[in-house]
């Protein structure tokens, strides 16, 4: 018989929202229960699923007593752990029950939306695969990355990473521009449809945008700038 695939980030954080206001798990005929599931069935987040028993009612009280388990505030000790992605969430987000909030909206936000192409990475990422998903769909927008990259040049004169301030052109020729990146600085919580400015986004080498994208939390640029620095004064003292 198939299995259901395991949860994704995406799918806990759901349930980690609607477990945190009360704290508690709830009976499978509630309405948020049967709500959740219902939106976990519509999200495009999995193309193989198992059949009816896929996100069930069942499963969603399932998940919030896996995320019990975590909780050291209530006297019962929940149902098993649930996995490590269940705990990495726990761990990251349950003092964060605004932040949960912000991130379920806008994963809710992409239940109807086209659904973005799969990309590297995106498994590892806590906020889940949608909102990493619709962000690098951000940063990849050819029409955005052609202003970006006018304005830097109005600006600056040239391009370089803004981290490491390597050139590329300079090092390479005209084709070291495609060695050079828009990232996207504003938060994945704020995921849904909304307009991207210039304000919003960084040149970054592939390597240094590589490295933002590589931990939870995200490196700030300033933060990754930082990191350069403190590495270029230990490699020339």
Request: glycine share 6%; with cysteine; hydrophobic share 40%.
């Amino acid at each position: 018989m198939a299995r259901n695939p395991p949860w994704t980030y995406d799918e806990i954080l759901l349930a980690l929202d609607l477990y945190l206001p009360e704290r508690k798990v709830l009976e499978e005929t509630d309405e948020r229960v049967v709500a959740l599931s219902r939106l976990l069935n519509e999200l495009p987040v999995h193309a193989d699923r198992a059949g009816s028993s896929f996100r069930s009612p069942d499963a969603v009280v399932l998940k919030l007593a896996n995320l019990r388990s975590h909780d050291h505030s209530t006297p019962s000790a929940g149902m098993d752990a649930g996995g490590r992605r269940t705990a990495e969430i726990w761990q990251r987000y349950a003092s964060q029950p605004e932040e949960v909030a912000r991130l379920a909206a806008a994963i809710r936000s992409l239940r109807d939306a086209p659904s973005p192409a799969a990309v590297d990475g995106e498994d590892g990422v806590l906020e889940g695969r949608l909102l990493f998903r619709r962000h690098r769909e951000r940063e990849r927008d050819a029409a955005l990355a052609s202003r970006h990259r006018a304005a830097f040049i109005d600006r600056h004169g040239r391009l370089f990473c803004e981290a490491c301030l390597f050139d590329p052109v300079a090092f390479y020729g005209e084709r070291g521009g495609s060695a050079l990146e828009s990232h996207h600085i504003r938060p994945l919580s704020e995921g849904g449809e909304r307009r991207t400015y210039l304000r919003d986004v960084v040149l970054l080498c592939a390597a240094c945008h590589r490295v933002v994208h590589a931990s939870q939390p995200w490196l700030s640029p300033n933060e990754l700038k930082q990191l350069v620095q403190q590495r270029n004064r230990l490699r020339s003292a």
